[in-house]
């Protein structure tokens, strides 16, 4: 049983729910002041809602990476935090079959409080919730598994962008904020390119198992190419946020330097994982700045309207 406890919250790595919790706040900013009665409550229901998705995907990927042997197949020199999943199976603290277990239980848990914040608040929620849940699941599951097909990246970008987003706003105010949504596209981007870098210390095991994702379509040598894409297509879309929106969102180019910097270095150091780690660990540090930055910008818009 403390195995088995042990495994749930490693598998469950707290630690990373800053992807979902980051773009909910955001949208919570935005919708000051139209908010409606009883959404603060709701609001924490979908928090609660979307972590268990987050545990539920975890455990899913967890148990189709082992059988498929994306996990197991890694190389000991490439293993990092940032490689082999949450390593729960692999290191014994869980099977195969406990994993699916918890994804089935937290998918059942995320399901009643989704249908209880639809039918209590807004039944546009449910839409909303089933499509990420239905994204959450089809990223892994055979015989979609989204994630072995190159799509992993526009799943997670879409599902940690505007469907968050947008699930939100439903739920505060009963309506999607267009202000919010073009900033969802920012961190939809930024958290693809999370999973891009992340796919370089696996690429090896990914390409034997047949995980077809972007770095195995692309080789390591080019996909920087795409790491670099994807940062500029989230600057610019927050540059076009300040031009149309609020100058407010200028404040999240303070990371382009450090971009600048997790590019140039996965250009460099593609092959030698313990170099490339910098790159992996900036480009979480960039998600959680600039996400943080777009909260505080938000909050600014709706204190000083122009």
Same mark, same amino acid.
């Given at each position: 049983?403390?195995?088995?406890?042990?495994?749930?919250?490693?598998?469950?790595?707290?630690?990373?729910?800053?992807?979902?919790?980051?773009?909910?706040?955001?949208?919570?900013?935005?919708?000051?002041?139209? &908010? &409606?009665?009883?959404?603060?409550?709701?609001? %924490?229901?979908?928090?609660?809602?979307?972590? =268990?998705?987050?545990?539920?995907?975890?455990?899913?990927?967890?148990? *189709?990476?082992? %059988?498929? /042997?994306? $996990?197991?197949?890694?190389? !000991?020199?490439?293993?990092?935090?940032?490689?082999?999943?949450?390593?729960?199976?692999?290191?014994?603290? =869980?099977?195969?079959?406990?994993?699916?277990?918890?994804? *089935?239980?937290?998918?059942?848990?995320? /399901? *009643?409080?989704? =249908? %209880?914040?639809?039918?209590?608040?807004?039944?546009?929620?449910?839409?909303?919730?089933?499509?990420?849940?239905?994204? @959450? +699941?089809?990223?892994? =599951?055979?015989?979609?598994?989204?994630?072995?097909?190159?799509? /992993?990246?526009?799943?997670?970008? %879409?599902?940690?962008? !505007?469907?968050?987003?947008?699930?939100?706003?439903?739920?505060?105010?009963?309506?999607?904020?267009?202000?919010?949504?073009?900033?969802?596209?920012?961190? /939809?981007?930024?958290?693809?390119?999370?999973?891009?870098?992340?796919?370089?210390?696996?690429?090896?095991? $990914?390409?034997?198992? #047949?995980?077809?994702? #972007?770095?195995?379509?692309?080789?390591?040598?080019?996909?920087?190419?795409?790491?670099?894409?994807?940062?500029? @297509?989230?600057?610019?879309?927050?540059?076009?946020?300040? +031009?149309?929106?609020? !100058?407010?969102?200028?404040?999240?180019?303070?990371?382009? !330097?450090?971009?600048?910097?997790?590019? &140039?270095?996965?250009?460099?150091?593609?092959?030698?994982?313990?170099?490339?780690?910098?790159?992996?660990?900036?480009?979480?540090?960039?998600?959680?700045?600039?996400?943080?930055?777009?909260?505080?910008?938000?909050?600014?818009?709706?204190?000083?309207?122009?």
């Amino acid at each position: 049983m403390k195995s088995l406890w042990k495994g749930f919250w490693q598998l469950a790595d707290p630690k990373i729910w800053v992807a979902s919790t980051i773009p909910m706040f955001m949208a919570f900013a935005f919708t000051f002041p139209e &908010r &409606r009665k009883n959404s603060v409550l709701f609001f %924490l229901l979908s928090i609660i809602a979307i972590y =268990l998705i987050e545990i539920a995907k975890n455990a899913l990927n967890e148990a *189709v990476d082992y %059988l498929s /042997g994306a $996990d197991r197949l890694i190389p !000991p020199e490439n293993l990092t935090p940032f490689s082999g999943g949450k390593k729960t199976i692999t290191g014994g603290l =869980l099977t195969v079959s406990e994993s699916v277990i918890i994804a *089935v239980c937290c998918y059942g848990a995320a /399901g *009643v409080l989704g =249908l %209880l914040i639809a039918f209590l608040c807004d039944f546009n929620v449910l839409w909303i919730g089933i499509l990420g849940a239905g994204l @959450s +699941i089809l990223y892994s =599951l055979p015989p979609f598994k989204l994630c072995y097909r190159g799509l /992993g990246e526009l799943a997670v970008g %879409l599902t940690f962008g !505007p469907l968050l987003v947008a699930g939100v706003s439903v739920v505060m105010t009963g309506l999607i904020d267009i202000k919010a949504m073009v900033c969802s596209i920012t961190l /939809g981007f930024f958290i693809a390119d999370v999973l891009w870098i992340n796919q370089y210390p696996d690429y090896e095991a $990914d390409k034997a198992a #047949g995980k077809k994702n #972007g770095v195995v379509r692309l080789g390591k040598e080019k996909a920087w190419i795409v790491f670099a894409f994807m940062f500029a @297509s989230g600057y610019l879309t927050m540059a076009a946020g300040a +031009i149309l929106i609020h !100058p407010a969102f200028l404040l999240t180019l303070i990371t382009v !330097p450090m971009s600048v910097t997790a590019v &140039r270095n996965a250009r460099s150091e593609y092959d030698n994982i313990p170099k490339l780690i910098k790159s992996n660990v900036l480009m979480v540090k960039i998600y959680q700045i600039t996400g943080f930055l777009m909260i505080i910008s938000s909050i600014v818009i709706r204190l000083f309207p122009l």
